[in-house]
């Protein structure tokens, strides 16, 4: 099958409307493409299209895109509830629900029966593509779409072969993230692909690090900023993807591959206490304000 991926004839359909689906419909809309934004949840939806409105309002008021513009983009934005409604006919699915294989092959079977033409793209970071194919009877037409945390920031977009990708899903899923603006990398599917399992590395170790007394998390975090030129520290960037996030995947690579992915009791301890990142308002840090401010004890 051949396709075509543009602005002007490509319909999008993202699922779940949570911090990483309604980012991904932002860029998208942004970018010029008819997009459906779906969740059961209608006060999810609500929530979901106020911050991608706030996101385009603030790129208006930094001077980076016009009133005309941000006009434009969310008109091009509906939602809905039904998940039938907003994947019949549209080309590329993109699903955002939590990283949980059995959810995430319900999604796909449900997208398939309704749409098996269309492409597939689960957002997730570490599970396996091929495993979550298995739903669909079409499993040359499913991809990994590993978007990061926040997507109109965050450029990379980790793309996974699964074991039935059909090549010219690929093609076009590049297509796509060339069309978002995205810088691109295409990986095979296996545990925790390429970025995740750099990524949790350092995260757990700096979380080690706090646990054994070595520095504050404060200090943890600038020694990567200053000297590594990272953009983020280790403990904040775990505060703004979620703790509980960052346990679960942690968990996963540690069956899959071994003991240096093992989660630390603190990682353990503060999920369990709630304390799951920004979103909580706690984490390694206190998120009260909606800036990381000194690291609540």
Do not use: C
Request: net charge neutral; charged share 20%; no cysteine.
């Amino acid at each position: 099958m051949t396709y075509t991926i543009s602005p002007e004839s490509t319909v999008l359909a993202v699922l779940g409307a949570g911090t990483m689906g309604h980012g991904i419909a932002q860029i998208a809309i942004a970018a010029g493409f008819q997009t459906r934004l779906q969740d059961i949840s209608e006060a999810a939806l609500e929530r979901g299209r106020g911050r991608i409105v706030a996101v385009l309002d603030g790129g208006v008021s930094r001077g980076k895109s016009t009133p005309e513009a941000r006009d434009a983009a969310i008109a091009r934005l509906s939602v809905a509830t039904d998940l039938a409604t907003a994947v019949r006919g549209a080309d590329i699915v993109i699903e955002a629900a939590p990283e949980r294989a059995e959810l995430k092959q319900q999604i796909l079977a449900a997208v398939h029966a309704v749409s098996p033409s269309a492409i597939f793209g689960t957002n997730t970071s570490s599970l396996s593509v091929t495993g979550i194919a298995a739903a669909s009877p079409h499993p040359e037409r499913v991809v990994g779409m590993h978007f990061f945390n926040p997507p109109h920031v965050m450029k990379l977009l980790e793309i996974v072969r699964g074991r039935d990708t059909a090549p010219e899903v690929v093609g076009a899923t590049r297509a796509l993230g060339l069309a978002l603006g995205r810088e691109l990398i295409v990986v095979s599917d296996t545990a925790g692909f390429a970025t995740s399992r750099l990524g949790l590395v350092i995260g757990l170790e700096a979380i080690r690090m706090l646990e054994q007394g070595v520095a504050s998390a404060a200090e943890i975090d600038l020694a990567m900023k200053s000297g590594y030129r990272h953009p983020m520290g280790p403990l904040e960037l775990t505060d703004l993807v979620g703790l509980d996030v960052r346990l679960a995947i942690a968990e996963h690579l540690h069956r899959e591959l071994g003991e240096v992915f093992r989660p630390p009791e603190l990682l353990r301890r503060l999920v369990a206490a709630g304390r799951h990142g920004k979103k909580a308002g706690l984490g390694f840090y206190d998120w009260s304000s909606g800036e990381a401010r000194p690291p609540a004890e």
